[in-house]
């Protein structure tokens, strides 16, 4: 990822708290639609993530299953 992103872990972890922010209501619909907006970036960027976990797994798995 690139410099300035947050980890895996720091933008999952925020994500929870937007999450829970938007659950517990009383934010204004301009609040709300920041909160959602960040939200929306921060699962793609975590989706992001676990896609490159998954490929350097899957790479993992090939080599492995090639060396036998």
Not at 23 to 32: D, I, K, N, V
Not at 34 to 57: D, H, I, P
Request: a negative charge.
């Amino acid at each position: 990822m690139s410099e300035g992103e947050p980890t895996y872990e720091a933008a999952r972890d925020e994500l929870v708290q937007i999450v829970t922010k938007l659950e517990a209501g009383g934010a204004t619909l301009e609040e709300s639609l920041t909160l959602w907006q960040r939200g929306e970036e921060l699962a793609t960027l975590c989706e992001r993530y676990l896609e490159g976990a998954r490929s350097k797994l899957d790479a993992a798995t090939k080599n492995d299953d090639d060396a036998e």
